[in-house]
């Protein structure tokens, strides 16, 4: 039988994110998801895109420290994961719209 120190249930973008960090931290982890790999459940179509563009300062905290580990993930892991840094484009309608933006 196998023991863990912690058993997580998603391997989603919680999930995942939160194995890899306790890993880390030298401690035997379980990932249990009902998809056949990683990051295919609920945020999938989300996958590829982070913004710092948030209203709330946790989220804009959150989004800084994601684009600073992704930026770093090919130096610190040796795993190239294709990471490109683009932008965002927010197409405008109306000029108080084009107001709001500028």
């Known amino acids: 039988m196998n023991n863990y120190d912690v058993i997580i249930i998603g391997a989603g973008s919680i999930g ?7 890993g880390k931290a030298k401690q035997k982890v379980l990932v249990l998801d ?8 609920q945020n999938k179509s989300a996958i590829g895109g982070i913004r710092a563009t948030h209203s709330q300062i946790s989220k804009i905290k959150i989004c800084l420290k994601s684009l ?4 770093l993930w090919e130096e610190e892991n040796s795993d190239d994961i ?11 309608y109306t000029e108080k719209d084009e107001r709001t933006l500028k």
């Open 82 to 92: 294709e990471w490109f840094e683009g932008g965002y484009a927010y197409p405008v």
């Open 16 to 22: 995942v994110p939160l194995a890899l960090h306790l």
């Open 68 to 71: 600073e580990l992704f930026s």
């Open 34 to 41: 009902k998809n056949p790999s990683p990051g295919q459940g």
